[in-house]
């Protein structure tokens, strides 16, 4: 009777010690759980924090040059957008110190919209401020709705391998009606107007359709000539070419009027606009913005995997 009642006392102790030991692993687990809580918090925090500081600093000098980049596809969702590259430029001309503004471009193109409504604020700000000359400097590519950006700057600066041009609009898109007859596929299409399919990919081209989207790319065509003939007025040379959609290196570009000159963003404000030093008025995306898209995805990926996958329905 005594063995037992021992066993019975010493497998308690044992429990309790067991339950004792689990509980403060527990209390361990949080507690790092916390303190690396912390610690991210307050890392973000600093970072915002730089990155604010790094922006102002950057705009409170003294005279200088302001650089505005437009890197990648003009596009309303990417980076270089009309509402980012505005506001910097914006802020450029409105700054009291700034001698020159400097447009960077490295972009194939992209949005006709975005790109005019660059272009005509370029051309706004620059009859508002006519003593702060503004200059486009072209890295690797400057075509198609990049181009039409720097023809509103006052010179366009180039290397010599650069890739320049590309004036042309472009409407694309893909037929299936061949591999649907194949697979036996019928479309079944029923629209109010009688054009609301125009140029549906899984429907035969109507040739009344094709001549409808031929005049409204050459209409936005025509806009994007009469842009450049404005802001490169007699510098162009007179051939049939420059409005066929090709590209030229910047050597040719130069010698078609295209552009003016070589340089770099170093070269033309040391040389050009005599202002060394350079002030970056681009609009990057924070930490906070970045963090914020990258969760939307995130959080946008999650809901389509348990729409697609998830054990749940609408009923």
Not at 166 to 192: C, H, N, P, Y
Request: include cysteine; aromatic fraction near 10%; glycine fraction near 10%.
């Amino acid at each position: 009777m005594a063995e037992n009642d021992s066993n019975w006392e010493r497998a308690v102790i044992e429990k309790l010690a067991s339950e004792a030991l689990r509980e403060q692993r527990r209390s361990r687990r949080w507690g790092i759980f916390f303190k690396l809580l912390t610690f991210a918090y307050l890392s973000f925090l600093i970072f915002l924090a730089v990155d604010w500081r790094a922006n102002y600093d950057g705009l409170k000098g003294g005279k200088h040059t302001a650089l505005v980049d437009v890197v990648g596809v003009i596009e309303p969702r990417g980076e270089a957008n009309a509402d980012r590259i505005t506001a910097a430029l914006q802020s450029a001309f409105k700054n009291s110190n700034t001698q020159g503004v400097i447009l960077r471009i490295n972009s194939p193109g992209g949005s006709p919209v975005q790109a005019g409504i660059i272009y005509d604020e370029i051309r706004r700000l620059r009859g508002i401020y006519p003593n702060i000359p503004m200059y486009a400097v072209v890295e690797d590519i400057c075509a198609s709705g990049g181009y039409y950006i720097a023809t509103a700057a006052d010179r366009i600066y180039v290397d010599k391998a650069s890739i320049v041009g590309s004036i042309g609009v472009l409407m694309d898109g893909w037929g299936f009606t061949g591999a649907m007859q194949k697979l036996g596929v019928e479309r079944r299409l029923l629209t109010a107007g009688e054009n609301k399919a125009l140029m549906d990919p899984f429907s035969p081209v109507n040739p009344k359709h094709r001549e409808y989207a031929q005049s409204l790319l050459d209409d936005v065509h025509r806009q994007f000539i009469n842009a450049v003939r404005k802001g490169r007025g007699k510098r162009l040379k007179d051939s049939a070419e420059l409005f066929s959609g090709l590209m030229w290196t910047g050597a040719r570009s130069i010698e078609l009027g295209l552009t003016d000159a070589y340089g770099s963003l170093d070269s033309v404000a040391r040389e050009v606009i005599k202002a060394e030093d350079i002030v970056d008025y681009t609009q990057k995306e924070n930490i906070a913005e970045r963090f914020a898209k990258r969760l939307g995805a995130a959080t946008g990926n999650a809901l389509a995997r348990l729409a697609l996958y998830g054990d749940f329905a609408l009923r």
